[in-house]
Nanobody, 127 residues
């Protein structure tokens, strides 16, 4: 199983980026999937997730209204559309998934319970 992220980069505050995560050897549809981020000196946090139970979405309060998660089943690709970016969004962003976890909408699973991770893509937002 391999997850490969792309789309990170350097952007000015207020700008937009779209992250992509392509899976091979694993199907996103019907499984717990999501985006996490980790800033220097901070713990990895769940940014946005899709629940395996009903496909419901969750967004951290810090990104609500600005980020949108989606999944294209035909392409087996997960996206994170990020708008109105702020300097505090600067972090390495990871996509993650799990083949067995039954997750519910309302939060992201804790990072340590997810089996599959991408290599990460750096997002830097300048002020």
């Amino acid at each position: 199983v391999q997850l490969v992220e792309s789309g990170g980069g350097l952007v000015q505050a207020g700008g937009s980026l779209r992250l992509s995560c392509v899976a091979s050897g694993f199907t996103f549809d019907g499984h717990a999937i999501g985006w996490f981020r980790q800033a220097p000196g901070k713990e990895r946090e769940g940014v946005s997730c899709i629940a395996s139970s009903d496909g419901g979405t969750f967004y951290a309060d810090s990104v609500k209204g600005r980020f949108t998660i989606s999944n294209d089943n035909a392409k087996n690709t997960m996206y994170l559309e990020m708008n109105s970016l702020k300097p505090e969004d600067t972090a390495v962003y990871y996509c993650a998934a799990d083949p067995f976890l039954v997750s519910k909408a309302g939060n992201c699973p804790r990072a340590h319970v997810l089996d599959y991770w991408g290599q990460g893509t750096q997002v830097t937002v300048s002020s």
